[in-house]
């Protein structure tokens, strides 16, 4: 019988990190449901998808596949990736089995990569800290918001965080690094693996902090859509994103199950079996039209979970 083929991505087979996976012990899912693993609830499937719960085996695994050629794609949240229709058979390191938070003695703030922001939020709240109210509402994990500088209302992670814990993607090393060794700048944040990291909070009464959440969620709420999204679709850098493409008539249009926000038009939300395809090719219709009306140039700030290819196709 003829030995069942398995799928390529543009760097191998992914076999590399399956062996390596297999002999550290590091728990595999096969044939994950993307639409359950990014914010969007839409897109295709993950052939293998690994799942390392402490940063030591994350280290061994990643430096293991990086070691035989490949590229293994860090998940999050999912709230700024998108995957690919059909089944994506690039290697995911998905790093929400790393989520330990804890306060330390000299008043900063642990965290592995894979915990969410809400979770540091409440671990830091028990000692009457708080400081990042700004991103209530946004499902960002830790290494996720390190990677894309997460930010909101003129405040960035970058503001709140001391050290980082990053990856040797040679030798496995895990070495920590202090903020000012890193060039956050808009939407621009940690390159490479990111392990675990320290924050240093101000501190709040409970009181200020609800309040303070409050306010920015309902900020959110007036502004952005409630429908699943990946957040904005295009940086902020070259001017409102959301403001020329609404200028351009484009809100309101539809790709199947998919939608440029009526609420904002830096949103794409699916409105109900919205696939990957059909995102990408409204996110193209935004950039070519702001580019062709405006001759402003749009950067993506979603990320693709593919086998290959970028978002915007080029
Ligand atoms: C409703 C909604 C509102 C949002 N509002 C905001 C907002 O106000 N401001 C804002 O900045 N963003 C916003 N976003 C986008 C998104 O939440 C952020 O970009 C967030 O930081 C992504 O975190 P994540 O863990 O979900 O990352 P993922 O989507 O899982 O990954 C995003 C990128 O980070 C990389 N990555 C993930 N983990 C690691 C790691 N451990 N080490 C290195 N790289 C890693 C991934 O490979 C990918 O390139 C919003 C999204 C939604 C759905």
């Not at 990086?66 to 293994?72: A, H």
């Not at 070495?175 to 808009?186: A, C, E, L, N, Q």
């Not at 405006?294 to 080029?314: I, K, R």
């Amino acid at each position: 019988m003829e030995k069942k083929r398995r799928g390529r991505y543009d760097q191998g087979t992914g076999e590399g990190t399956a062996e390596a996976a297999a002999a550290l012990g590091v728990r595999v899912v096969r044939d994950a449901d993307g639409a359950t693993l990014s914010s969007y609830r839409g897109g295709g499937r993950i052939a293998r998808m690994y799942v390392p719960d402490t940063p030591q085996l994350f280290a061994a695994l990643y430096a293991a596949a990086v070691g035989s050629g490949e590229q293994p794609f860090l998940l999050g949240g999912g709230s700024n990736t998108l995957i690919d229709d059909g089944t994506v058979n690039r290697p995911v390191i998905w790093t929400r089995g790393m989520r330990k938070v804890r306060a330390e003695d000299d008043g900063r703030v642990y965290a592995e990569c894979g915990a969410t922001l809400r979770e540091v939020s409440a671990v830091a709240a028990r000692k009457t800290m708080g400081g990042l109210e700004f991103l209530a509402g946004v499902p960002a994990t830790v290494g996720g918001a390190l990677a894309m500088n997460a930010g909101a209302f003129g405040t960035e992670i970058a503001d709140y965080v001391s050290e980082i814990c990053v990856l040797n993607p040679v030798s496995g090393e895990m070495r920590w690094i202090d903020r000012d060794d890193v060039s956050f700048g808009h939407r621009m944040g940690v390159r490479g693996a990111v392990a675990a990291a320290r924050f240093v909070l101000p501190c709040v009464t409970a009181t200020e902090s609800a309040e303070r959440r409050a306010y920015f969620l309902s900020e959110r709420r007036r502004r952005q859509p409630a429908a699943p999204s990946l957040g904005s679709v295009f940086t902020g850098e070259a001017g409102a994103a959301g403001i020329y493409a609404d200028a351009a008539g484009l809100k309101g249009v539809r790709a199947g199950g998919a939608e440029i926000s009526p609420v904002h038009a830096n949103f794409i939300v699916n409105l109900g079996g919205g696939t990957a395809s059909e995102f990408r090719f409204l996110a193209r219709l935004v950039r070519d039209t702001v580019r062709d009306f405006y001759g402003v140039n749009l950067t993506a700030e979603v990320a693709l979970l593919s086998d290959g290819g970028t978002l915007l196709g080029d």
